[in-house]
C-alpha cells in the first residue's frame, strides 16, 4: 500500500452525472474542482441531460461530452476515460446507477468506465427518502462498500416537493473535501481506498472554543477546523465511523459524520466525556483555551469615557486539561487510542519542537501530533507535522495538505486502535 501525495491540481478527475434533479448541484462541484487546477472530463448518463445539457458540462470542464460507448469508437473512450483518471466522482448517484454499478451492467459511457477504472470511486447518492431507505437500495450499497467503493452518506433536508428528510445530495464542497480524502487514501492493489478502519469509531474535536467575557465580547484562538475536519473526512474514506465535536466551526458536515456543535473548553470537555467511552479512538485536533473568564460580566463590559487610558482588569482562570484528563481517566484501559494535537512556538531559547516532546511526556496520549505555527498555519490549505509517541520520540512527519496530513495520523493510528473484541 501507499499514499500518493498528490492533491486535486493536476488530478484527472471523471464527474459522472445520475439522472436526477440534483444533478444542477453537480454544475458547482465541476466548477470547483476546475478551480483546483483538476484535469475534468464529465461523463452524464443519458438521463441526466434531460436535467442539464451536454452544453453546461463542456463549457465547465473545457472538454466534448461523451454519454454512449459507440461515441468515439476509434479511440475505445469508454475504456480510455476510466483508465485515465486518478479519481471517479459521480452526483447525483440515483437509485437505478446504484443497482447498475453493483450488477457491473456496462449499457452506458459512465458505467463502462466505472467498470475499467482502478482509480478511487466515490458515490454522492441523491434520492427520495423511500428510495434511499429500501432494502434493495440498502443491500446494494452495502455491497459496493464492500469492494471498496465510497458510497457517501446523502444529506438530511428537503427534497423535490414538499418531501424532507435523509436523500439529499451532500453540498458541493462537502463532495470536494470527499474526493480530496480519496485522492490522498492508501490503496490496495486494485486501485482502491484501503477502509483499515471499518467498524472502527473516532471521536474527532475540531475548530477553536470561544470564552465568553460577556454577552458581546469573547477570547479566542484562530483555528478554523479546517484540520480537524480533514482528519473526519479521511477516516470516513477508510471506513469509519465519525462523532464531530466542532467548536465554532462554519464548514459543511461531512456526508456520514455525528456533528456535536459547541463553544467553549467546558462545552468541549462535556462532550468528550460523554462520548470517549463510547469510540475506539479520540482525536483532539480541537484548539481548546487555556484560559477562560473568572466571572463572566452579564452586562457588556464598559470603558470609562472619563478616563481615555483606563482599561478593565480580566481575571482569567485555566481551563480543564482535556487531553490529560482523558488519559488519566482511560487508566490501563486499551480503549480508547488517544490523539493529541500541539501548536508550539519557540523561545526563550527553547525550540518549539523540544517543547512539545516535553508536552507529549507530560499527556501520556498514544501520539502527539506537533506543528510550530510561529509562522502562522490556522486557515492554510497546507500543514507540517512532527508526530511524536508518548515519550516525544518521532514516529514520522508529514507535510503537505491537511488532507495528506490527517492519512498520515491515521496511518500512525491504525497500528494503535484496540484489539476488536
Not at 463590559?301 to 487610558?309: A, L, R
Amino acid at each position: 500500500m501507499s499514499t500518493p501525495q498528490r492533491t486535486l491540481a493536476g488530478a484527472r478527475v471523471l464527474v459522472g452525472v445520475g439522472g436526477g434533479i440534483a444533478a444542477y448541484k453537480t454544475a458547482h462541484l465541476v466548477r470547483g474542482l476546475v478551480g483546483e487546477g483538476a484535469e475534468v472530463r464529465v461523463v452524464p448518463t443519458p438521463a441526466s441531460l434531460e436535467f442539464v445539457g451536454a452544453a453546461t458540462w463542456e463549457a465547465l470542464s473545457h472538454h466534448p461530452v461523451l454519454t454512449s460507448v459507440f461515441e468515439d469508437v476509434d479511440e475505445v473512450a469508454h475504456v480510455r476515460h476510466g483508465q485515465e483518471a486518478d479519481l471517479l466522482v459521480i452526483a447525483p448517484a440515483t437509485a437505478d446507477l446504484l443497482a447498475r454499478l453493483r450488477i457491473g451492467r456496462a449499457d452506458d459511457m459512465l458505467t463502462a468506465s466505472a467498470l475499467v477504472t482502478r482509480a478511487p470511486v466515490v458515490l454522492a447518492p441523491a434520492m427520495h427518502t423511500e428510495m434511499w431507505e429500501h432494502p434493495s437500495t440498502r443491500d446494494n450499497v452495502a455491497v459496493l462498500r464492500e469492494r471498496g467503493t465510497i458510497v457517501l452518506e446523502p444529506a438530511v433536508g428537503r427534497l423535490t416537493g414538499p418531501d424532507s428528510g435523509p436523500g439529499r445530495l451532500p453540498e458541493p464542497e462537502a463532495i470536494l473535501d470527499a474526493a480530496r480524502a480519496a485522492l490522498a487514501a492508501p490503496r490496495d492493489e486494485r486501485g482502491a481506498v484501503v477502509r483499515d478502519l471499518v467498524g472502527r469509531e473516532l471521536l474527532i474535536t475540531a475548530g477553536g472554543t470561544r470564552e465568553d467575557l460577556d454577552p458581546v465580547r469573547f477570547l479566542a484562538n484562530h483555528s478554523s477546523g479546517r484540520q480537524g475536519w480533514a482528519l473526519a473526512h479521511a477516516a470516513l474514506v477508510r471506513g469509519a465511523r465519525v462523532r464531530l465535536a466542532a467548536a465554532n466551526v462554519a464548514l459543511e458536515t461531512p456526508p456520514g459524520a455525528q456533528r456535536l456543535d459547541l463553544g467553549s473548553a467546558a462545552e468541549l470537555a462535556e462532550t468528550v466525556a460523554a462520548h470517549r467511552g463510547k469510540v475506539d479512538a479520540l482525536v483532539m485536533a480541537a484548539a481548546v483555551a487555556d484560559f477562560t473568564a473568572a466571572g463572566k460580566s452579564d452586562a457588556k463590559i464598559k470603558k470609562d469615557e472619563s478616563d481615555p487610558d483606563s482599561v478593565p482588569t480580566l481575571a482569567l482562570r485555566r481551563t480543564e486539561d482535556i487531553l490529560r484528563s482523558s488519559v488519566l481517566d482511560r487508566g490501563d484501559a486499551e480503549r480508547p487510542a488517544i490523539v493529541g494535537f500541539a501548536a508550539e512556538t519557540g523561545g526563550d531559547g527553547v525550540s518549539a519542537l523540544e517543547l512539545a516532546r516535553a508536552k507529549a511526556r507530560r499527556k501520556g496520549a498514544d501520539l502527539l501530533v506537533f506543528n510550530d505555527v510561529t509562522s502562522g498555519v490556522f486557515g492554510a490549505a497546507d500543514n507540517a507535522v512532527r508526530i511524536l509517541d508518548r515519550e516525544g520520540e518521532e514516529l514520522a512527519t508529514a507535510e503537505g495538505t491537511k488532507t495528506q496530513v490527517a492519512h498520515a495520523v491515521l496511518d500512525e493510528l491504525v497500528g494503535r486502535l484496540p484489539q476488536v473484541p
